[in-house]
């Protein structure tokens, strides 16, 4: 075994924090830490050993070392305290919420110091919310974009969707526990089968822009990302994929913490579905670092428990977008762009149109057009709307728990969320709040 670096990580039991080493054997890499009172427990990142300690370095010794990065790019607003589903693996805990509902003066002042980033409207099930559509009416007037984060129970309704495009919401997010009725009844939601392949063809015949959100749990649902990214193939109104690893967190403990997959992990997933003869699995972990040294010019807060991909939709069926680049000449290109990592954004952003611009190839004219659009539909507002429907994206995160907190990765958190607590509306940054309650649960158990 090596060490790919040392860190604080916590103990899965008592949620101590204790030393931490993110450790190589073979091809697997692993977060090893050692409790006095219980023991060690590794969590596995990742099964592309040195392609990901790479990747790892790339992260945690490269990026970063200029002006640190502070835009984020969405803040979640947990409006609604209520959800008719109370998913099993949900970190929430909706049987009994930490949290309050929002009232519309909560969310007018939120547009007011937050109108600047887009705003994903969540809960619980914010189309519960007695305000969800004066909420995206007054957010259209000021030309602010959203976002509805929803289980899409309610939106098997035609009226209510047609309500929503009236009222200006940007975009909807629904989360899709799986594509497939019989694993529904393993995840004990196959009641909402119906109502949300329902609210699925509403948003298609409205055409309104849409990302699926599955969470995907180990030895479960994992064929449901690909299911997910093949479903949005003849479907230009879904614009994005976004997978969520299983969180041991919440109400997600009373799960086995087996189910856990890291983004890496899932990662191979798709790269099993979508390689070709001609690419390796090194090829994807490239295209990340070239992904987050962008995010990283643009001062966008980056997550390595964050991977990200685009899909190309093409006759024949979704194609990854590192088949119409050469990837080994990005993988020496990003190796050179290194030596400007620390300089200013300005001279990073001219070496990295240099390496792209070395990257291309015949086949990278088909879609530089789109390329484009994509890009300035992200520096104007982060909206599906604006995407080139050419394009699927997909994002894969799995949030931090007392199995995967990492020092190094928490204090670079790039997600925050507005909630509403003992009548008082808060800011905090996901990874802070999620280990607080985690240890305050730990500990009211320890102490019974």
């Known amino acids: 075994m090596c060490v790919v670096r040392k860190t604080v990580a ?38 592309n050993g040195e392609a990901y300690t790479d990747f790892d370095r790339f992260f945690s010794e490269v990026l970063g070392k200029g002006k640190p990065a502070e835009k984020i790019a969405n803040i979640w ?14 970190n929430a805990d909706m049987r009994k919420p930490a949290f309050e509902d929002m009232s519309m003066d909560d969310l007018k002042r939120i547009l007011d110091d937050h109108g600047h980033v887009k705003l994903t409207f969540s ?19 000021r030309g602010i974009a959203t976002q509805l984060a929803t289980n899409g129970v309610t939106l098997a309704s035609r009226d209510f969707c047609k309500k929503l495009i009236e009222s200006g919401v940007t975009d909807v997010r629904i989360s899709v526990d799986s594509l497939d009725r019989e694993q529904t009844r393993h995840l004990g939601s196959e009641e909402f089968f119906e109502p949300k392949i329902r609210a699925l063809e509403n948003l298609h015949a409205l055409n309104i822009p849409t990302s699926l959100s599955v969470t995907v749990l180990r030895g479960i649902n994992e064929d ?27 109400g997600g403990r009373s799960l086995d913490r087996s189910h856990v997959m890291m983004p890496d992990e899932i990662m191979d997933l798709i790269y099993a579905r979508y390689s070709t003869p001609a690419s390796c699995r090194e090829d994807f972990l490239t295209f990340q670092k070239a992904l987050f040294a962008i995010m990283q010019i643009m001062g966008m807060k980056l997550c390595l428990y964050t991977q990200l991909m685009v ?25 050179w762009w290194e030596r400007f990592a620390s300089s200013g954004r300005f001279v990073q952003a001219v070496a990295m149109v240099c390496c792209l611009m070395y990257a291309l190839r ?21 909206s599906a709307r604006n995407a080139p429907s050419k394009f699927l994206s997909l994002s894969i995160n799995t949030s931090c728990s007392v199995l995967n907190w990492d020092r190094a990765v928490a204090d670079r958190c790039m997600s925050s969320f507005l909630i509403r607590m003992n009548g008082e509306v808060r800011l905090g940054v ?15 158990m320890i102490a019974k």
């Open 10 to 47: 916590l103990c899965p039991v008592c949620a101590r924090e204790v030393e931490g080493r993110v450790m190589r054997e073979g091809e697997t890499v692993y977060l090893i830490r050692e409790c006095p009172d219980h023991g060690s427990y590794r969590l596995c990142m990742s099964k």
């Open 77 to 90: 607003i947990v409006a609604s305290a209520a959800c008719q589903m109370l998913c099993r693996y949900c």
């Open 311 to 335: 899909f190309v939709r093409t006759r024949q069926g979704m194609a990854s977008i590192t088949g119409f680049l050469h990837m080994k000449r990005l993988k020496r290109a990003m190796k």
């Open 224 to 250: 449901q990302v690909a299911a997910c990214i093949d479903f949005a193939h003849g479907k230009p109104f879904i614009r994005a994929v976004s997978v969520n690893g299983f969180t041991w967190s919440g």
């Open 430 to 444: 996901s990874t802070e709040s999620v280990m607080e309650r985690e240890k305050n649960e730990i500990a009211a």
């Open 362 to 382: 015949a086949k990278s004219f088909a879609i530089i057009p789109h390329m484009a659009r994509l890009f300035f539909a992200h520096r104007l507002g982060i």
């Open 123 to 141: 809960g619980g099930e914010p189309t519960l919310h007695p305000h969800v559509f004066d909420f995206f009416r007054e957010a259209a007037q």
